[in-house]
């Protein structure tokens, strides 16, 4: 079985930083793309952040210069370094991943963490 975890979520006053990690486990034989997502109540997830196995990274237009992901592939880990935050980033912050795992390394699927709520007060 594959899980994703996120941890780091928390509150925080406008201006400060977070970090959020993403651990994914299991019986995984590669991890390519992986993201962050947030979501607030009444709206649709909405793509934060993207970065690829390689390392290429990209950025939602509201977090771009604030955000930056990050990743070990040797730890399958993901990070959201998260700087100058603001009210408006305030959601559940969900960590995404295409991977193949080992019981079926032809295929690549989704998988979804159980996110980790982020409220950043004004």
């Known amino acids: 079985q594959v899980e994703l975890v996120e941890s780091g979520g928390g509150l925080v006053q406008a201006g400060g930083s977070l970090r959020l990690s993403c651990a994914a486990s299991?019986?995984?034989?590669?991890?390519?793309?992986m993201d962050w997502y947030r979501q607030t109540p009444g709206k649709q997830r909405e793509l934060v952040a993207i970065i690829t196995s390689g390392g290429n990274t990209n950025y939602a237009g509201p977090v771009k210069g604030r955000f930056a992901i990050s990743r070990d592939n040797a730890k399958n880990m993901m990070y959201l370094q998260m700087n100058s935050l603001k009210p408006e980033d305030t959601a559940v912050y969900y960590c995404h991943a295409e991977l193949q795992p080992g019981s079926d390394p032809s295929r690549q699927y989704s998988y979804w963490g159980q996110g980790t709520q982020v409220t950043v007060s004004s």
């Open positions: 299991g019986n995984i034989f590669r991890i390519n793309n």
